[in-house]
């Protein structure tokens, strides 16, 4: 382990390194989470890790340490974790494959909405950077996953738009513009929302917000829908007015 570190330390060794090392699928699950949440303006700890890939907090204590060893990732004085350009550049790559694969698995091969994220999940670490590029173009150039999440152009992720569902007042009529990552995992909730119409695109009318009861009532294709305040958050929306068509 030693002489390997100081291998790994010696400059143009440890450069060539890095560039040259495709992460695991482990890995690039966890740049995946990182960089979903840091772009949702999270602080990204170990904990949240945790949960959010479900693994033990031990075992995101061990991956982060090798992906810091990497170069993949630093941590901060509280702990928090943010790429490096390296892991940046390796995390926007796989977010792009997972995006492009859902819209393949649900453009074209027809998977329901709820199961693309996982189903994408298992394709995404397989696909090449050739094949990423034909995929894009094959698919049209699409701008978004079928969940609304933006799909990267030239290495880089566009900033997000719009603002969560449970932040806005009653009576406005506001535009579904995506849903969370964190919730595109939740199987049983994207079905829900899917059958509700909650897709990106949907115009959404706010009937009542009861944060007494942890819930609010939206009125969505002329139906009234019931959604708790925690599934209202992963659901982002923009005014009527400021919608993309
Ligand atoms: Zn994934
Ligand atoms: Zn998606």
């Given amino acids: 382990m030693r002489k390997l570190s100081l291998i790994a330390a010696s400059p143009g060794v440890?450069?060539?390194?890095?560039?040259?090392?495709?992460?695991?699928?482990?890995?690039?699950?966890?740049?995946?989470?990182?960089?979903?949440?840091?772009?949702?303006?999270?602080s990204v700890l170990g904990a949240r890790l945790a949960e959010?890939?479900?693994v033990s907090p031990p075992t995101v204590t061990a991956t982060l340490q090798r992906m810091a060893r990497d170069g993949l990732i630093a941590t901060g004085k509280r702990k928090e974790v943010t790429l490096t350009e390296h892991g940046m550049k390796m995390a926007v790559s796989i977010v792009k494959r997972h995006r492009?694969?859902?819209?393949?698995?649900?453009?074209?091969?027809?998977?329901p909405w709820h199961?693309?994220?996982?189903?994408?999940?298992l394709l995404e670490h397989g696909?090449?950077?050739?094949?990423?590029d034909r995929l894009y173009t094959t698919l049209g150039n699409p701008k978004t996953c079928p969940h609304g999440n933006p799909i990267p152009v030239d290495d880089v992720l566009p900033p997000l738009r719009g603002t969560p569902l449970?932040?806005?007042?009653?009576?406005?009529?506001?535009?579904?513009?995506r849903i969370s990552e964190e919730?595109?995992?939740?199987?049983?909730?994207?079905q829900y929302l899917g059958e509700a119409g909650i897709k990106?695109?949907?115009?959404?009318?706010?009937?009542?917000?009861?944060?007494?009861?942890?819930?609010?009532?939206?009125?969505?294709n002329d139906k009234e829908v019931l959604l708790g305040i925690r599934a209202a958050s992963l659901v982002w929306v923009v005014p009527e007015s400021n919608s993309r068509s």
């Fill in 14 to 42: 440890g450069l060539k390194m890095k560039n040259e090392i495709q992460p695991t699928p482990t890995v690039e699950e966890y740049l995946e989470a990182i960089l979903n949440m840091l772009s949702e303006s999270k």
């Fill in 52 to 54: 959010r890939l479900q």
């Fill in 100 to 111: 492009l694969a859902e819209r393949l698995l649900t453009d074209i091969l027809k998977v």
């Fill in 115 to 121: 199961e693309a994220h996982r189903e994408a999940c």
């Fill in 127 to 132: 696909i090449s950077e050739k094949v990423m």
């Fill in 166 to 177: 449970d932040t806005i007042s009653e009576e406005e009529t506001v535009i579904v513009e």
């Fill in 183 to 190: 919730a595109t995992r939740l199987e049983e909730l994207m």
């Fill in 200 to 220: 990106p695109g949907a115009v959404l009318t706010i009937k009542k917000v009861a944060d007494y009861a942890g819930m609010i009532k939206v009125i969505v």
